[in-house]
């Protein structure tokens, strides 16, 4: 079922004014597989569960919410967030309810093997900004907007980059995802000064994500969020692995329908609760925007 939005220009500075603490967090890494769209579709849940509206946009290619959120696999390039980058961008996200079993405000536009179409516009002058552009001339409702960022550092993520408020990062305590940070910050830094962005998106914190009980991971769960934090960035409780998340990934619900009583939802209430206080516009412990 499908549910198209389409947002009048005349009514863009009404809702504006109602949609001054739109957050727009970015879940974004210098490597695959460490949670992002894990994340991204749980902490939709959670934040939609309390009563807030929240879109979820695929930006990835490979399309993962599709299998994650149980939709089709293959929606029209126009239904898709490729059309925002087509250049004939009109307004009209197409928003998928998705759980509306369980919540009846989580939305998805889709994402999907259309965006490899759209890499070269993209790349064109401006291609960035468009994600941007079109938030502003088409104004979304939404409290929380989501972006599910591939995890290769190109045009997709930097227009993510432009548009966001907030950046989230995952990642895994071995030696290839911390690397893989250590990149996402240079290119954060490379990207904000390249682009020149007058509003740059401030770190909401860091996350470890699918720590296991081997040796390696232990040790840099432990050495990994002082580091970031003696840097200025918050650093989430970390998620440890636990089958539930396939589990839950393969039934094609949140871990909460999953098991309303898992381990890890402590841990994502943590972030929820960050994401919460952005969204009612609250003030909250230090969130770096890259010492500017
Ligand atoms: N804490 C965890 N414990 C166990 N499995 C997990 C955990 N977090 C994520 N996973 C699993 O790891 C796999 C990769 O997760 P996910 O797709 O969310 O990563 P991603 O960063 O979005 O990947 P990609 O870079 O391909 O987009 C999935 O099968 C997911 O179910
Ligand atoms: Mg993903």
Same mark, same amino acid.
Do not use: C
């Given at each position: 079922m499908y549910r198209s939005t389409t947002v009048q220009n005349l009514c863009s500075s009404i809702i504006n004014t109602a949609m001054s603490k739109q957050m727009r967090l970015a879940i974004m890494t210098g490597a695959g597989g460490v949670g992002k769209t894990t994340l991204a579709v749980n902490l939709g849940y959670e934040v939609a569960r309390l009563g807030y509206k929240v879109a979820i946009f695929d930006l990835d290619p490979q399309g993962s919410i599709n299998v994650a959120c149980r939709l089709n696999k293959t929606p029209a390039p126009k239904a898709t967030t490729a059309w925002i980058y087509s250049g004939f961008f009109d307004g009209t996200y197409t928003l998928t309810p998705v759980w509306e079993k369980y919540v009846n405000t989580l939305e998805v536009f889709q994402g999907g093997s259309a965006l490899f179409k759209i890499m070269s516009s993209l790349a064109q002058p401006g291609g960035c900004n468009l994600l941007k552009e079109a938030l502003t001339e088409y104004p979304l409702p939404h409290d929380l907007i989501i972006f599910d960022c591939p995890a290769t550092l190109e045009h997709i993520p930097k227009s993510a980059l432009v548009a966001a408020t907030h950046l989230l990062v995952p990642l895994m305590p071995d030696a290839k995802a911390v690397d893989g940070t250590r990149v996402?910050?240079?290119?954060?830094?490379?990207?904000?000064?390249?682009?020149?962005?007058?509003?740059?998106?401030?770190?909401?914190?860091?996350?470890?994500?699918?720590?296991?009980?081997?040796?390696?991971?232990?040790?840099? $769960?432990?050495?990994? /969020?002082? =580091?970031?934090?003696?840097?200025?960035?918050?650093?989430?409780? !970390? *998620?440890?692995?636990? #089958? %539930?998340?396939?589990?839950?990934? $393969?039934?094609?619900? /949140?871990? =909460?329908?999953?098991?309303?009583?898992?381990?890890?939802?402590? !841990? *994502?209430?943590?972030? #929820? %609760?960050?994401?919460?206080?952005?969204?009612?516009?609250?003030?909250?412990?230090?969130?770096?925007?890259?010492?500017?």
């Open positions: 996402l910050l240079d290119w954060y830094g490379a990207s904000i000064q390249e682009l020149q962005l007058i509003s740059q998106p401030s770190f909401l914190g860091f996350v470890i994500n699918n720590m296991e009980d081997g040796a390696e991971h232990q040790r840099l $769960s432990k050495e990994l /969020p002082p =580091r970031y934090e003696a840097r200025g960035y918050h650093v989430f409780p !970390p *998620i440890k692995h636990y #089958t %539930g998340f396939v589990n839950a990934w $393969s039934e094609g619900v /949140p871990l =909460r329908v999953h098991r309303s009583t898992h381990a890890a939802l402590k !841990p *994502i209430e943590a972030i #929820t %609760g960050a994401i919460l206080k952005v969204v009612k516009g609250e003030k909250r412990g230090k969130t770096k925007s890259n010492g500017r």
